[in-house]
């Protein structure tokens, strides 16, 4: 069975062409909402989509690793691992905010080479394949995206997920500091702002507290489209528990903005 990375992709979005009906169904009705131990919320859309996807997944690709945020870990062959987020946008998503997602990437020998975003409420869908670039589908539409050009921070747009996060990690000085000195700012959390980077729309998104599942699938997007991901000290990866994207062109210097602001509280 076929298993490129262009390959994959076909796959995901037949994928997510059902998990995009249950999650929507779930949507429009009645949700059984459950708090974690880390008291974020879990509804029968996260558990349902998440099961879909590990069915799938296990039928055409039995000896793929498969890691999700609802059921854990199942360790495959080793060298290909999906990697799921079912709803990444849950707190939006009980709320009726059509802000929310099915995040999936692909990693093969420690490398992403797949990834699909899927935000069907927004009737949108963003991927990337390593090495071919990133691209937005809406309303059956194909569209290839890239970062802005924008190298100046008088003339940026920065996203950050919570201020309450970001304060509590003591990075609240360097964030406002960012944002004095930007032209815009709005807080657009969850996957929705990696999305608006890689696509061009602002110039850098910021945030405190997420996962290897939150953070894979953008940062290959976000790669694909000509950007970077890394933490907040500026070391490249996504496993979280802080991420930086950008369009490339600011990232040093909102790094050292962030370092030069977290200095001087510790001094």
């Known amino acids: 069975m076929p298993d490129s990375p262009a390959a994959l992709l076909d796959f995901a979005h037949r994928l997510v062409d059902e998990t995009d009906r249950i999650a929507l169904g779930h949507f429009a009705g009645e949700l059984t909402i459950t708090a974690k131990h880390d008291r974020t919320l879990v509804t029968q859309a996260d558990t349902e989509v998440e099961t879909r996807v590990r069915e799938r997944i296990a039928a055409q690709y039995p000896t793929h690793g498969i890691l999700g945020e609802e059921f854990g870990t199942e360790p495959g ?3 290909t691992r999906w990697i799921v987020d079912p709803i990444d946008g849950t707190h939006n998503f009980v709320r009726g905010i059509p802000i929310w997602a099915t995040l999936l990437a692909v990693e093969r020998g420690g490398e992403l080479v797949t990834a699909l975003v899927s935000a069907p409420a927004l009737g949108q869908r ?11 589908r809406h309303e059956r539409r194909e569209q290839a995206i890239s970062v802005s050009k924008v190298s100046e921070l008088g003339q940026a747009q920065i996203l950050f997920s919570t201020l309450r996060s970001i304060d509590a990690a003591g990075r609240g000085a360097g964030l406002r500091r960012i944002l004095d000195q930007a032209w815009r700012d709005r807080g657009f959390g969850d996957f929705w702002g990696y999305m608006l980077v890689a696509q061009g729309s602002a110039e850098a998104m910021i945030e405190v507290g ?9 940062a290959l997007i976000v790669a694909e489209a000509g950007g970077r991901m890394t933490n907040l000290e500026g070391e490249v990866g996504y496993a979280g528990p802080t991420a930086l994207a950008s369009n ?14 977290e200095s001087q509280a510790q001094a």
Do not use: I, K, M
């Open 210 to 218: 997420p996962r290897l599942w939150d953070l894979a699938a953008p």
């Open 126 to 136: 963003w991927t990337a394949v390593r090495g071919r670039g990133a691209g937005v």
């Open 77 to 79: 062959d080793g060298e």
């Open 248 to 261: 490339g062109h600011l990232h040093g210097e909102l790094v050292a903005l962030l370092r030069e602001a």
